[in-house]
């Protein structure tokens, strides 16, 4: 099935300042009107009926609680990574245990009998599919398919942000924004979530007198606009860019996410990524007479951020040069097993890496950088193969 736009999308617009509500939608929604309604206003919104024949549906789940038969069988001796949240205002910087799953599953089993003497374990970010890549136990749905970030990182056999979570009836995620200020899917496979999500810009009048956001959203009196949504089995949750939210399991949860972005929030990407390097030029000021200073920022930058300026041309070049391939006679572009992509959206996809391509090459530290020196001509070079493309 191809993923397709129509001609009339191929501008990023700006968006809405103001969000008035929340949309409870169908899985029917056509793909160009998701795109239109939900990518280019960067609307947040709760889709039923997503994963209904998913493998993981069928497999995972007995009488709308875990299988953990058929989990144990199929997945017992995977290391997870597990966080104990009972209690905590903040676990985020903590270290994760390292346990094979049939130890968690153990942990479960336990906890269902004796919930008050044992902690409140959260099975988190495991990435399941890149452990079992051959094992179909989801499909990607359609709205989502356009996802740069995993397509270059599956490619190219790097770590990928698809993941597998399971918690316990009480286990939580503090209040944040996702990494990257990406775009999040999450889709329930059985249980259910408790959502708190707050449109952009909201989450300044939540701060403390020091700047720091609350770790937990409830332990902050506010009357600023923010949506509650309770997620059942079968319901994807879409989280637009820059929307902080916090998230608990009221039920025993299984859910399958993915962080990503494209060209709808590619512009938000970059502009999260230049606020983050001056924060971090900032905090490192007394320092900008040492060598190789710049470097050192991107240094920072990745390990705060997740992405530096390499990571972020390597991105946008390798998703570029597949279009303009595409555009130009050569393979199809294949998204997932099930879904390509269309010929307008590929021209859109240029279209948006042309706008962000050309701040990168203006930015001032560009020339200082050591990889780009590297690179030389390579960004110049590239905006002019979209521009004769486009």
């Given at each position: 099935?191809?993923?397709?736009?129509?001609?009339?999308?191929?501008?990023?617009?700006?968006?809405?300042?103001?969000?008035?509500?929340?949309?409870?939608?169908?899985?029917?929604?056509?793909?160009?009107?998701?795109?239109?309604?939900?990518?280019?206003?960067?609307?947040?919104?709760?889709?039923?009926?997503?994963?209904?024949?998913?493998?993981?549906?069928?497999?995972?789940?007995?009488?709308?609680?875990?299988?953990?038969?058929?989990?144990?069988?199929?997945?017992?001796?995977?290391?997870?990574?597990?966080?104990?949240?009972?209690?905590?205002?903040?676990?985020?910087?903590?270290?994760?245990?390292?346990?094979?799953?049939?130890?968690?599953?153990?942990?479960?089993?336990?906890?269902?009998?004796?919930?008050?003497?044992?902690?409140?374990?959260?099975?988190?970010?495991?990435?399941?599919?890149?452990?079992?890549?051959?094992?179909?136990?989801?499909?990607?749905?359609?709205?989502?398919?356009?996802?740069?970030?995993?397509?270059?990182?599956?490619?190219?056999?790097?770590?990928?942000?698809?993941?597998?979570?399971?918690?316990?009836?009480?286990?939580?995620s503090p209040f944040h924004v996702d990494v990257m200020t990406s775009y999040s899917?999450?889709?329930?496979?059985?249980?259910?979530?408790?959502?708190?999500?707050?449109?952009?810009?909201?989450?300044?009048?939540?701060?403390?007198?020091?700047?720091?956001?609350?770790?937990?959203?409830?332990?902050?009196?506010?009357?600023?606009?923010?949506?509650?949504?309770?997620?059942?089995?079968?319901?994807?949750?879409?989280?637009?860019?820059?929307?902080?939210?916090?998230?608990?399991?009221?039920?025993?949860?299984?859910?399958?996410?993915?962080?990503?972005?494209?060209?709808?929030?590619?512009?938000?990407?970059?502009?999260?990524?230049?606020?983050?390097?001056?924060?971090?030029?900032?905090?490192?000021?007394?320092?900008?007479?040492?060598?190789?200073?710049?470097?050192?920022?991107?240094?920072?930058?990745?390990?705060?951020?997740?992405?530096?300026?390499?990571?972020?041309?390597?991105?946008?070049?390798?998703?570029?040069?597949?279009?303009?391939?595409?555009?130009?006679?050569?393979?199809?572009?294949?998204?997932?097993?099930?879904?390509?992509?269309?010929?307008?959206?590929?021209?859109?996809?240029?279209?948006?890496i042309k706008a962000v391509l050309i701040k990168l090459i203006n930015h001032a530290?560009?020339?200082?950088?050591?990889?780009?020196?590297?690179?030389?001509?390579?960004?110049?070079?590239?905006?002019?193969?979209?521009?004769?493309?486009?």
């Amino acid at each position: 099935m191809e993923v397709e736009i129509n001609n009339t999308y191929l501008e990023i617009q700006d968006f809405p300042t103001v969000y008035h509500e929340f949309p409870i939608i169908d899985s029917d929604i056509s793909y160009t009107e998701f795109f239109e309604k939900y990518f280019l206003r960067n609307q947040a919104c709760l889709i039923r009926n997503v994963s209904n024949n998913w493998e993981s549906s069928k497999f995972w789940v007995n009488k709308e609680t875990p299988n953990f038969t058929n989990l144990e069988q199929s997945y017992g001796d995977l290391e997870v990574n597990v966080v104990d949240c009972k209690g905590k205002m903040d676990y985020s910087n903590q270290k994760p245990l390292k346990w094979t799953f049939k130890e968690y599953v153990e942990y479960w089993k336990n906890y269902k009998e004796c919930a008050e003497s044992l902690p409140v374990l959260y099975l988190k970010d495991w990435h399941l599919k890149n452990q079992m890549p051959k094992d179909n136990f989801y499909e990607v749905p359609l709205y989502f398919a356009c996802d740069w970030l995993n397509e270059y990182l599956v490619d190219n056999s790097f770590d990928d942000y698809r993941f597998v979570y399971m918690g316990v009836n009480g286990t939580w995620s503090p209040f944040h924004v996702d990494v990257m200020t990406s775009y999040s899917w999450s889709t329930n496979i059985c249980g259910q979530k408790k959502w708190v999500l707050f449109p952009p810009g909201e989450e300044k009048y939540l701060t403390d007198p020091f700047g720091n956001l609350p770790n937990d959203i409830d332990s902050v009196k506010h009357d600023r606009k923010y949506f509650e949504v309770v997620q059942n089995a079968g319901d994807a949750i879409f989280v637009p860019s820059n929307w902080h939210h916090q998230v608990w399991n009221i039920k025993n949860t299984i859910s399958i996410n993915h962080n990503w972005f494209n060209g709808c929030n590619l512009h938000v990407i970059w502009q999260s990524m230049e606020k983050n390097l001056c924060e971090v030029k900032e905090e490192i000021s007394d320092c900008n007479d040492m060598d190789n200073f710049l470097d050192h920022c991107q240094i920072m930058l990745k390990a705060s951020f997740s992405l530096d300026f390499k990571d972020f041309f390597d991105i946008i070049n390798y998703i570029a040069k597949k279009r303009l391939k595409f555009l130009n006679g050569g393979p199809i572009i294949r998204l997932t097993d099930k879904y390509t992509l269309g010929k307008y959206h590929s021209v859109f996809d240029l279209v948006s890496i042309k706008a962000v391509l050309i701040k990168l090459i203006n930015h001032a530290d560009l020339d200082e950088l050591n990889f780009f020196k590297i690179l030389q001509d390579a960004p110049l070079n590239l905006l002019s193969e979209i521009e004769d493309c486009t």
